[in-house]
């Protein structure tokens, strides 16, 4: 450590509150929250990072002011009278045997600097692009923080943050990573499972390109990116073309079709709330279905139509005078559906879509003008979901998993909130299949709305800007420090993200690489080592076959 790079001493501070670094020969203007610093006290160096700013001579200011010549004065008294203090959580520490998380507080007057991109690699390791790849800039630094994206997939992730904070951009990028690393497990033939991406795509942003509010083109998504590796089920059938038209080579773009009789009573009971059906009303369903089926092709077919029915009919067919009352009132919240041009009376490619994830196929269901739709966005979210959950809990674990699935599901409350995830196809999901290989990654706004026994079940957080004191509460809630992190991601920057888990050796701020760059070195890349897709299908077809 050169004198010239010191930039404070630490005068005091508590475990639990902080590191109190006195500055000396600089400014605090010249620091922000989030800068990571290095400590070096006799016994180790700590890593720290500023959560707070603090210029405390307030007194002295305004005797300064008050003097002849304050400008001169303040030269004068500057670092002696006026003084700037930071205050610092505690990250890790490091000795000769290596790094590991702090645990105590760096002695008085040890001398700090900002982190250098040497010291962040001796704390952080660094990137192989084989297992781990660059998330982005650690500050002050230039070093590119690694992200074990081996580890990532493991367990369920989260992406949270407020609406602008770079979410989709973040997800793009984590998602071409796993494509990168699912490549390499394939070709160096590692013992790892390989990855394959579900990913619900609500305004075609990973199917096609990502766009700013106002629909300005910002980049391509990772499908475009990576066009061999990815089919697109198009929720909005005038997606196909402009799939097909984007890409020209590679991704199979198909319209996703759902056959009514396949509909079953729970994805329509999992849309309760939505739908404001009592818990009576889910039971009268269940206990009607039989009914309902003798008076269309379908069950489902026969409540969208219930109102049509005469009453005698149905008085009939064995059907009680209030139940009557009931299935009309649903049948016309449930009118909506008959309007879907995904729902039909003879196509459904939801096995095909499953076949496709089997195979070790990326599949993107992109809803394009229906991502708003909040009704058809969660039905086909939930549909999807209850098929591959009843693929996998079919098979006994002694049939092992081929591949690991990773769900990317948006606006993530909507399903997993107390109020359903005991019904949710993807609250059991993340519940019963881990050890099948399937894992969320679990993408909001409002993380405080996610089930306490999911938000359990995730391992690493990828954290943006919120004003939410019970957002910043819930994504800070696993961490060591909660209370001292807070501060933290009320002043994330856009694309700046409190990055912490089993996945990224210790916490920090990152901002997160230049996407377009790194998603075009990541193309290069990529076929300069592509994967002979032939001979994976090939080995996977047979893989199906034996199933």
Avoid at 44 to 68: H, Q
Avoid at 174 to 202: C, G, R, W
Avoid at 521 to 540: C, E, G, H, M, R
Wanted: hydrophobic residues 40%; aromatic residues 8%.
């Amino acid at each position: 450590m050169e004198d010239k790079d010191i930039i404070g001493t630490t005068i005091g501070g508590t475990y639990s509150g902080g590191v109190l670094v006195q500055l000396d020969g600089i400014s605090h203007e010249q620091i922000e929250v989030g800068y990571s610093l290095v400590t070096r006290s006799n016994l180790k160096s700590y890593l720290m990072i500023v959560n707070d700013i603090v210029a405390d001579s307030s007194d002295v200011a305004l005797a300064v002011n008050a003097s002849r010549k304050p400008t001169f004065t303040k030269d004068m008294v500057s670092g002696s009278l006026l003084t700037s203090k930071l205050n610092c959580i505690p990250i890790a520490s490091s000795t000769e045997n290596g790094a590991e998380d702090a645990l105590t507080i760096p002695d008085y007057l040890s001398k700090c600097t900002l982190l250098t991109p040497e010291e962040a690699q001796l704390f952080y390791e660094s990137c192989d692009l084989k297992n781990k790849y660059p998330l982005g800039t650690i500050k002050p630094t230039d070093f590119n923080l690694p992200i074990d994206i081996d580890v990532l997939v493991q367990n369920s992730f989260g992406i949270f943050g407020k609406s602008g904070t770079g979410k989709s951009v973040l997800g793009n990028l984590v998602a071409a990573y796993i494509v990168m690393y699912s490549n390499y497990v394939k070709q160096a033939q590692k013992e790892n499972l390989p990855s394959t991406l579900l990913i619900f795509d609500m305004h075609s942003e990973y199917g096609l390109k990502l766009k700013t509010p106002s629909q300005k083109v910002l980049a391509s998504g990772v499908a475009q990116t990576f066009p061999d590796e990815f089919r697109v089920y198009c929720a909005d059938p005038t997606l196909v073309d402009d799939v097909e038209k984007e890409f020209k080579r590679g991704t199979l773009a198909k319209e996703l079709k759902i056959k009514k009789e396949n509909v079953e009573v729970e994805d329509i009971v999992v849309l309760s709330e939505l739908l404001k059906i009592s818990g009576v009303g889910g039971l009268i369903l269940q206990s009607v279905r039989n009914k309902l089926e003798k008076l269309e092709d379908n069950w489902f077919e026969a409540l969208l139509n219930f109102e049509s029915f005469d009453q005698k009919m149905l008085k009939d067919q064995d059907f009680d005078p209030q139940v009557i009352i009931s299935l009309r009132a649903l049948s016309r919240r449930l009118s909506a559906f008959k309007h879907f041009p995904q729902l039909t009376d003879n196509e459904d490619t939801c096995q095909e879509l499953l076949n496709d994830l089997k195979a070790n196929r990326n599949v993107i269901v992109s809803f394009g003008r229906y991502g708003d739709l909040e009704l058809l966005y969660m039905f086909i979210v939930n549909y999807i979901s209850r098929r591959l959950r009843e693929e996998y809990v079919s098979k006994g674990i002694s049939e092992g998993t081929k591949n690991r699935i990773i769900i990317f599901v948006e606006e993530a409350h909507k399903f997993l909130n107390p109020n359903v995830r005991e019904s949710s196809p993807l609250g059991l999901i993340a519940r019963e299949l881990r050890k099948r290989g399937i894992v969320l990654c679990i993408i909001d706004q409002t993380p405080s709305q996610i089930d306490e026994n999911v938000l359990g079940m995730v391992w690493n957080f990828l954290v943006g800007a919120t004003n939410i004191e019970k957002d910043i509460e819930v994504a800070t809630g696993t961490l060591k420090l909660p209370q001292l992190f807070r501060p933290l991601v009320a002043s994330l920057r856009r694309q700046e993200f409190l990055a912490y888990g089993s996945a990224i050796k210790f916490p920090t701020v990152v901002k997160i690489v230049d996407y377009s760059k790194q998603m075009e070195n990541l193309k290069i890349a990529y076929q300069k080592n592509k994967p002979d897709l032939s001979k994976v299908t090939k080995s996977f077809e047979r893989a199906l076959e034996r199933d």
